[in-house]
């Protein structure tokens, strides 16, 4: 019997997040190869551990967990639940399973901009979709980051010059059904596939494409895998980046701040990274040497939305029923005052 508590003191000290001195770890996760000058979770990853290290004076370490190591990303966010991984930068298809009203905001052309995106998401609309968060799948949300841009749709057939365009191919999506049901919108077959596993499922034919961002396609490589590129802005889907709820209310009042500081200025130098690489050798002049890209006219851009929007809007109706639509309300509600305010 002795031994028995013996050992499960040494198995509580060992899961608990402060040290014999009193640090305490924080284990961040992220999907992504640590490398802060090309990736974006990487960079917020890296700006998140200094500015807290530095601004807790020692009290907080953070260890960084890349390129998955922590499992697959609903395996790390059971993890940020049961307290093994203290946070994770999750993107929507991952909050999804946990959390499906996050669907909401990937009403595909929603935004005009990058500044409205990030005023709505900065804004109350984004601390009301954090605590809803909060309260209904029990994560501690730190903001709503940078997950690479507008989405692109790339693919190893045709070039997609119009909607029809799409019509027969297979389409990689995140386990997001609203992802899944512009897909089909547009004539082609969704198919659902980890991010692990995208790029060898491009490179066998599993499916003909998917749809990313430019930051993304580039830092995956899946220009080497894919042909075309068609720069139509369909969706804008943030990072969730959350916290084990547990550990963030047992820190001290000082050190919430300190860690909802450190967050917010990663996030914004998570963005900024995001719009260099885009606008720079690296991003699409580096992706028009490897791809056929094509950037639609206002009028095919209209064909666009004259298929998906209305789409999407009766799925979530559907979906969600009363709670999506009030969601869809407050979403598309704050980004018109989002674009009165910055004079839209």
């Known amino acids: 019997m002795k031994n028995v508590v013996a050992a499960l003191f040494i198995i509580s000290i060992l899961s608990f997040p402060f040290s014999a001195f009193g640090e305490i770890t924080l284990k961040l996760a992220h999907l992504n190869t640590q490398a802060p000058f090309e990736v974006v979770s990487a960079a917020m990853s890296a700006v998140f551990k200094s500015e807290v290290e530095s601004k807790s004076d020692g009290q907080i370490k953070v260890d960084i967990y ?3 190591v922590t499992g697959k ?4 966010l059971i993890q940020v639940k049961s307290g093994q991984v203290q946070s994770s930068i999750s993107t929507s298809g991952a909050i999804a399973q946990f959390y499906p009203l996050i669907d909401v905001t990937n009403i595909p052309f929603a935004f005009s901009s990058y500044n409205v995106a990030y005023h709505v998401y900065d804004g109350q609309f984004g601390k009301e979709l954090a605590a809803d968060i909060e309260e209904k799948a029990g994560f501690h949300v730190l903001g709503f980051a940078e997950s690479g841009g507008f989405f692109a749709i790339t693919n190893s057939k045709r070039p997609i010059r119009s909607p029809g365009d799409l019509k027969g191919l297979k389409v990689r999506t995140m386990a997001i059904p609203l992802h899944q049901e512009i897909i089909r919108a547009l004539g082609a077959t969704p198919v659902t596939i980890a991010w692990s596993e995208l790029y060898a499922s491009l490179l066998a034919g599993v499916v003909d494409g998917q749809m990313n961002p430019v930051s993304i396609i580039v830092m995956d490589r899946l220009y080497e895998v894919q042909r075309y590129a068609t720069l139509c802005n369909l969706i804008y889907s943030p990072y969730v980046w959350v916290i084990n709820m547990e550990f963030y209310n047992s ?3 000082e050190l ?3 860690v909802d ?3 917010r200025t990663a996030i ?3 963005r900024g990274l995001s ?3 885009d606008s720079t050798e690296r991003g699409l002049p580096m992706l028009s040497g490897k791809m056929q890209v094509y950037v639609p006219s206002g009028a095919v851009m209209k064909q666009f939305k004259d298929i998906v929007v209305p789409a999407a809007n009766k799925f979530l109706l559907t979906q969600y029923k009363e709670e999506g639509s009030i969601w869809m309300n407050k979403f598309v509600a704050a ?3 989002a674009e009165k305010e910055l004079g839209y």
């Open 66 to 68: 890349p390129d998955g």
């Open 73 to 76: 990303e609903i395996e790390t």
């Open 251 to 253: 820190l001290s009042k």
């Open 256 to 258: 919430r701040i300190v």
């Open 261 to 263: 500081d450190a967050a």
């Open 268 to 270: 914004v130098a998570g």
């Open 275 to 277: 719009r260099i690489i």
């Open 335 to 337: 980004i018109d005052k």
